[in-house]
């Protein structure tokens, strides 16, 4: 089992900054693949980005150029820097860990309960 707990959601106005971090705990996390998603309000979960545990990164279309993901297995902690935002960011956003080279939920085995984003315009 893998534990993971995300942090770092809050309200900010449309054109700033928020870092997200998830911090895992249970075992060992260099093997997984951990990538982060989103709810947008009355929406279904979508894939944001996911970084593999061969290092290779992924993006979503609508947030490329603007999110950054990261890694720190000696931490067990995945990061989401989320720059330029905009009111259409506003969702839930949750993070996962699997082991299929995935973009989609069902690729993913375990799951943090999530933190607010809310962009204002």
């Known amino acids: 089992q893998v534990q993971l707990v995300e942090s770092g959601g809050g309200l900010v106005q449309a054109g700033g900054s928020l870092r997200l971090s998830c911090a895992a705990s249970?075992?060992?996390?260099?093997?997984?693949?951990l990538a982060w998603f989103r709810q947008p309000p009355g929406k279904e979960r979508e894939f944001v980005a996911a970084?593999?545990?061969?290092?290779?990164?992924y993006y979503a279309d609508s947030v490329k150029g603007r999110f950054t993901i990261s890694r720190d297995n000696t931490k067990n902690m995945v990061y989401l820097q989320m720059n330029s935002l905009k009111p259409e960011d506003t969702a839930v956003y949750y993070c996962?860990?699997?082991?299929?080279?995935?973009?989609?939920?069902?690729?993913?085995?375990?799951w943090g309960q999530g933190t607010q984003v809310t962009v204002s315009s």
């Open positions: 996962a860990a699997g082991s299929r080279y995935a973009k989609y939920v069902a690729g993913y085995d375990y």
């Open positions: 970084i593999y545990r061969s290092g290779n990164t």
């Open positions: 249970g075992r060992a996390f260099s093997p997984y693949d």
